[in-house]
T-cell receptor
């Protein structure tokens, strides 16, 4: 059975801290690993990772994929209160239909 | 959320009532999806449509039906609502090699 597991389930940090969110996966027909940020409404896209070992960066956020060990991490440096959200990872198990398997998410709260 | 529009945003139903959730996109993507999101469960796929004219079951299809009306619109119907279907429903779209793009969701409560 395909599955995606995220850890920790929740995390409380103070502004300025660095956090690392984890995502492991076991899926057939793996194509890519995606990270989304969800605040009050729709999940918004952060990163799509296809190749092992290549870091993707966007400002204070970065992510990397390890296809041998089947996991990905999302790093957030110098956290701000605006980073408070649920972070979702998803494995694209495409067989031509781009079906995603989502993890349950990590709820991050950043205190001022 | 530009690109994917869901209606209604909120709805309260009584057990046994029926309703249709609407999703429309202006992104010209082929694939459309319906998810439900429950606390501690993440996003679970209900149905999806890889292209106009096709639909397939996802992980949790029981109690739902879908219609891909045309390339732009994909609706989700609850024929006889049950309290277990209380959830937040998201529509998503994608094109080739693109990440899925989500609507703002419909919050549905069934009493």
């Amino acid at each position: 059975e395909d599955k995606v597991v995220q850890s920790p389930l929740s995390l409380v940090v103070h502004e300025g801290d660095t956090v690392t969110l984890n995502c492991s996966y076991e899926v057939t027909n793996f194509r890519s690993l995606l990270w989304y940020k969800q605040e009050k409404k729709a999940p918004t896209f952060l990163f799509m990772l296809t190749s092992s070992g290549i870091e993707k960066k966007s400002g204070r956020l970065s992510s990397i994929l390890d296809k041998k060990e089947l996991f990905s991490i999302l790093n957030i440096t110098a956290t701000q209160t605006g980073d408070s959200a649920i972070y979702l990872c998803a494995a694209d198990t495409t067989s031509g239909t781009y079906k995603y398997i989502f993890g349950t998410g990590t709820r991050l709260k950043v205190l001022a | 959320n530009a690109g994917v529009t869901q209606t209604p945003k909120f709805q309260v139903l009584k057990t046994g009532q029926s309703m249709t959730l609407q999703c429309a996109q202006d992104m010209n993507h082929n694939s459309m999806y319906w998810y439900r999101q429950d606390p501690g469960m993440g996003l679970r796929l209900i149905y999806y449509s890889a292209s106009e004219g096709t639909t397939d079951k996802g992980e949790v299809p029981n109690g739902y039906n879908v219609s891909r009306l045309n390339k732009r619109e994909f609706s989700l119907r609850l024929e006889s609502a049950a309290p277990s279907q209380t959830s937040v429903y998201f529509c998503a779209v994608t094109g080739s090699n693109q990440p899925q793009h989500f609507g703002d969701g419909t919050r549905l409560s069934i009493l």
